[in-house]
Structure formats: C-alpha cells, structure tokens
C-alpha cells in the first residue's frame, strides 16, 4: 500500500498527462501559498511590532532565479523518477490535507509564542509539565522557535506542515531523492535488494522518510529510531495502515544506537546533521557505522552547505537569523566528508539536490 490518502489512489487512475499537470500545478499551488503565507507572517510581525525585523541579507535577483531553476529541476527529477518506477506515483499526491485544515490555523495561534521567544531572546522554554531529564543538552533547545522544541504535541502536529512552508512545498521532493541513489546502489548487488532488506531510519521524526521507505522496498523490514516520544506517537499514527509490515519504532538517542553491531542493510538518515554540535555528528557517524552490516550502506541528506553553491551563501546565512538553528551556521561548512572517512566509511558519493544534499556512503564489506 503505497498511499494512504483516497485522492492520492484516485492520481493513478488517470493518464499520465494528466497525472504531470495535476504534480506540476499542486507544486506551484504550494509554492506560492508558502511564499503567501511567510510574506504575510512578516506582516503581521510587523504590524503589530510582535518581534523585532530578523537582521537577515537581501537575495539579489540572480540567486532567487537560481532558486526557482534549482526547484524546477528537482520537481521534474521527481516526477522522472515515479514515472519510472522507483516509487509509486501516487506518494506525489500523499498530501494529508485533513490535517492541513486541522494544523494550518494552529500555526497562527501559535505566532504569539514564536515572537515572545524572539523578543526575549529565549531558546530553550518547555512546558514544566514535559520531563526535561535524560536528554543531552544540545537538544533541549527550542528548534526553529518551536513551542516546546521537539518535546511538544503542538510541535509534533506542527512540523511536517512548518518544513513543507519553509522549503515552498518540496520537502518530500527532496526527501525522495534518497531512494534512485540507494536503489542504485543496492542495484550493484541485486540480491540484497530482492531479499528483505533491514533498514534504519535514525531520527525518523514524524515519519515521511519511512513512508517513503515502505512504498520503495515494501518487503524491508523497517526501523525508526527517534529522541522525541511525541514525534514518535505521531510517526505511529502517521505510518498506520501503509504497508504490510509495521515499522518498529524506538526512543533512543543516536549517539547511542540501541541495537547490535553489524545488524542493518541500510541506515537513513535526514536532516539531523545539522542539528547537532560538532563532535555528537561524528559520534552519530561512527554509531551508524558499528550496527550497519559489512558492506550495508548509510544515506545521509541535510542542508546544502556553502561549498555546494558558494553564490547561495545569504540565503544560507539568513535561516539561523530567522529561525533558531544554534549548530548549523557551523555545519554548513562542516567538512562532513573528513567525519564519514574518520567513522571508517568508504565509496562516499555527495550530491546537492537543490536545498538539500545527500551522502552515500558504505561500510567495507
Ligand atoms: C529536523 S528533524 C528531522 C526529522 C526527520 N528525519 C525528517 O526528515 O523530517 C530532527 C529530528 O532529529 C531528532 N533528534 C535530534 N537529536 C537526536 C539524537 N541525538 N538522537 C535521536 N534523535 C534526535 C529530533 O527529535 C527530530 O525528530
């Protein structure tokens, strides 16, 4: 089962022309609701003088073309590669738009925190009902001036639909570019791919990536290992009914990965990188390294960094000024490539895919 949402298996119905149109006009459709929605935001801020103006660079015209170039082609990568095969069509049209209507106006209410937490300079307020202990310091931090950072109910509902504005509707476009480079490279050794594969989603969140996952290879026996237990609750509630197989999820930190060495085919692993202090992201490296298998693969994607598109550079600098992101200003010109070799990894292969970039790399069989 490939999709959970009714419109979404109503897509493969229609022919394929249509089906493009449909892809192309729901892109563009979220790409100016977010941009809509993040002018009108700032609006509002200031209007009500609620946070002071984020001290962020102007983007020339040039890079914002290139921005608008960049999401061109990965939407039509993205199309290419369904149309292909490598996932089912209808995950393109996966939207769950009961919970857009359900969430969206809670993003709304919820501003008035958002802005308290800027005006005050305050990163790390939690309710005093959510018990604080056992988790490291660099993450009891309100990430992207999430009410209660990623220990919220509010948070959890929230953050699939907060990434997809962030990134104008092509978070999961992103997300999905993982899945032609691992089949590829599982495609060198076809038996592993026939066979049932056991994967690992490390920091799985909300879930999208083992969605995506279950969709791709639905005989994988599939794993998520997440710190946040309300995350967890909604990537339970998320991956309910999606495949045969119900992925098990763990709360577990990945520095300390709960499970033996040399267990897993694959390990994903999306946008946590930046999240992390320097020496927990090699630490999470080298864990991903001890429970692969001899020969299993890791899949790394996070932000794009400074090296990948040097002209992008403002627009990098400005996400840590508009939301609260305190590693990743380091992280965008960490050298990532010197932490996956010091793990042990080797055959590492990088790529950009327009915000995002992925790292495949492998653990020497
Ligand atoms: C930006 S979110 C990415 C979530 C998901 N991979 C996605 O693609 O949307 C970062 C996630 O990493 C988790 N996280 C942060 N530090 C962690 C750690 N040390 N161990 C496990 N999970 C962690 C957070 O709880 C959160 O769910």
Redesign the pocket.
């Known amino acids: 089962m490939a999709a959970s949402n009714p419109f979404a298996v109503f897509t493969e119905f229609l022919p394929t022309d249509w089906q493009q149109t449909l892809y192309q006009t729901q892109q563009n459709g979220k790409a100016v609701f977010s941009l809509a929605h993040k002018n009108i935001q700032g609006q509002v801020r200031q209007f009500l003088n609620a946070a002071p103006d984020p001290q962020v660079n102007k983007l020339s015209p040039e890079l914002l073309n290139s921005l608008t170039i960049a999401r061109d082609q990965l939407l039509a990568k993205d199309w290419q590669d369904a149309e292909a095969g490598i996932y089912p069509k209808s995950l393109l049209f996966d939207d769950d738009w009961l919970s857009f209507v359900q969430y969206y106006p809670q993003v709304w209410f919820d501003l008035g925190a958002v802005w308290d937490k800027i005006r005050n300079q305050t990163h790390q307020q939690f309710d005093p009902e959510i018990d604080l202990s056992g988790y ?1 310091d660099y ?1 009891l931090q309100n990430f992207h001036h999430q009410t209660d950072g ?1 220990l919220g109910e509010l948070s959890a509902n929230l ?1 699939d639909l907060q ?1 997809d504005l962030l990134f104008n509707g092509t978070s999961d476009a992103m ?1 999905r570019r993982i899945l032609k480079l691992i089949k590829q490279k599982l495609g060198a050794d076809g038996d592993r791919q026939a066979s049932r594969l056991t994967i690992l ?6 879930g ?2 083992l969605k995506f996952l279950a969709a791709s290879f639905p005989q994988a026996s599939l794993h998520g ?4 237990p309300t ?1 967890l609750r909604k990537a339970q509630q998320n991956l309910t009914g999606i495949s045969k197989i119900f992925p098990q999820l763990s709360q ?4 300390a990965l709960p499970y033996q060495s040399n267990w897993f085919d694959l390990i994903t692993n ?3 990188l930046h ?2 202090p320097t020496p ?1 992201r090699q630490t ?1 490296l080298v864990e991903c390294f001890r429970v692969l298998k001899p020969g299993g693969i890791l899949m790394v994607m996070d932000s794009i960094q400074v090296k990948d598109r040097p002209e992008w550079e403002p627009m990098l600098e400005n996400f840590p000024q508009l939301f609260h992101e305190p590693y990743y200003r380091h992280y965008i010109n960490d050298d990532i490539l010197t932490h996956l070799a010091k793990a042990g990894f080797v055959d590492v292969e990088e790529r950009p895919h327009c915000f995002s970039k992925s790292w495949l790399a492998v653990k020497p069989a």
Do not use: F, H, Q, W
């Open positions: 490291p993450y990623y953050y990434v997300r989603d490390v920091a799985c969140g909300t999208r990536t290992i997440d710190l946040s995350y577990g930190n990945a520095e999306i946008y946590l999240e992390l927990v999470v």
